[in-house]
């Protein structure tokens, strides 16, 4: 038998054994439901490698042939205990037998495999990564020279050769050695990565906390000064109604930033309706002119039509956060041009203004928590762009020069469906006036 033959058949039964525990994790990582079902998906995945190593086997002699699937039976037990070692006995075996038929011996010796590695699973499950190491090649190595004894035991024609030592007792702890690595590699890789995912998650929540009690005290400690001062009684009525004004206008403040808080941290965005580009953004430019106008800056427009899918609060809320974001950073005024346009299947709309501009630095952490360019500002306002662009499915860039001005380019999924049927029937009801 040519020896490269053999060496291929024994990497194609290492690429199947490998492959199914790769495919093993990413299901488990990337597929919700099948954490619940983590032993029946270690089953099916760790069976498929026993079926193929015994279709394409390792031939020793022209009188014995062998593979490596005592490798999948023994981790499978190891890591799923006798439930799993169970189905995977039964479906060696009904393989073995149904390719190669009856076989006594087979049947005795991955009986005394399975009962032997069940017993040991639920101490192997409480190891380090280095104690599971040891323990799993010291008992591959006792278990196959054990069934090697039973199998000459039970048999006079069977004959221990070199091929049959390498193939049978020395490969197989090697192996075993190495899968349990990976397996350990990756379990180790996954818990981390889960516990980087809860750290990031805890530190946008206290970046947001410190941001939200520090901006939330500041207009509460006005607030609490103006009423102290409203006790005084040589006060006049115009000083009490300037007062009271003082803490309605901090009050809105706080409110205002609550409502921004609550809109980030807003799981999903609740009543979705077709919204007309055009109609919504010139909305927003005009709830806005006063604030350009006492900024000295111009705004023009040239709106296309299109249509989008989102929730209408939340998708003016959000430009009326970039466009108010755009007017201040034309401290001592300029020009504000906003330009929407369909596209194909998308609809872009870009904010250009000539103010200040980004660095680089500003542009990365754009609608981070608790960061924002402005000396009073909280950075809810952009964390709410953000957010609610991302909802919608769409995408936000920013192209910005320092002292030149910057351009945010929003790019979101156009509603095309809607849009010809809002067309339709308004066509429609100008033929039936006519």
């Known amino acids: 038998m040519d020896f490269v033959y053999i060496n291929h058949n024994v990497l194609d039964n290492v690429f199947y054994i490998i492959v199914s525990l790769l495919m093993f994790f990413v299901l488990v990582d990337n597929v919700k439901k099948f954490k619940q079902y983590r032993k029946a998906l270690l089953t099916a995945c760790i069976s498929l490698p026993i079926i193929f190593c015994m279709k394409f086997p390792i031939y020793i002699d022209e009188y ?6 005592q490798i999948p039976v ?33 049947l005795v010796v991955y009986i005394v495999i399975f009962v032997a590695t069940a017993l040991f699973s639920g101490r192997f499950n409480r190891f380090n990564r280095k104690n599971k190491l040891i323990s799993s ?35 197989p702890p090697i192996l075993m050695f190495f899968m349990v690595y990976i397996i350990e590699l990756l379990s180790d890789a996954m818990y981390i990565r889960s516990k980087i995912v809860k750290f990031e998650k805890m530190e946008v929540v206290s970046q947001l906390a410190a941001s939200i009690s520090h901006e939330v005290r500041n207009p509460l400690t006005v607030v609490k000064g103006f009423m102290e001062l409203l006790k005084s009684p040589n ?17 809105h403040n706080a409110e205002s930033i609550i409502s921004d808080y609550l809109a980030f941290a ?4 609740e009543k979705v309706e077709p919204l007309l ?3 919504e953004i010139r909305n927003v430019i005009d709830i806005m002119k006063p604030l350009a106008k006492m900024s000295s800056v111009t705004i023009t427009d040239n709106l296309g039509q299109g249509t989008v899918q989102g929730n209408k609060n939340y998708f003016r809320q959000c430009f009326l956060n970039l466009i108010k974001n755009a007017i201040e950073a034309m401290p001592n005024g300029g020009e504000l041009q906003i330009v929407s346009a369909l596209e194909k299947n998308k609809v872009t709309v870009k904010i250009v203004d000539t103010g200040v501009g980004m660095s680089k630095e500003q542009i990365n952490r754009f609608g981070e928590p608790y960061y924002t360019s402005k000396t009073k500002g909280t950075g809810l306002g952009s964390m709410v762009a953000v957010k609610t662009i991302q909802t919608m499915n769409g995408k936000l860039d920013i192209d910005s020069i320092l002292n030149v001005g910057t351009t945010i380019t929003i790019t979101l999924p156009a509603f095309i469906t809607e849009y010809k049927m809002v067309q339709k029937d308004s066509q429609l009801k100008l033929e039936t006036e006519f």
């Open 235 to 251: 006060l006049s009525l115009d000083e009490k109604k300037r007062y009271i004004e003082h803490i309605e206008r901090e009050l």
């Open 277 to 279: 580009i055009e109609q």
């Open 74 to 106: 023994f981790i499978g037990t190891l890591y799923g205990g006798w439930p799993v070692g169970a189905v995977l006995l039964v479906i060696m075996l009904t393989s073995r037998f149904a390719i190669y038929g009856m076989n006594g011996i087979t």
């Open 64 to 69: 014995c042939v062998h593979d490596l699937r």
């Open 137 to 171: 090649v010291l008992l591959t190595i006792v278990l196959e020279i054990f069934t090697t004894y039973v199998a000459l035991w039970m048999s006079d024609i069977f004959v221990v050769t070199e091929a049959y030592i390498f193939y049978f007792i020395i490969l």
């Open 266 to 269: 807003k799981p999903a965005i």
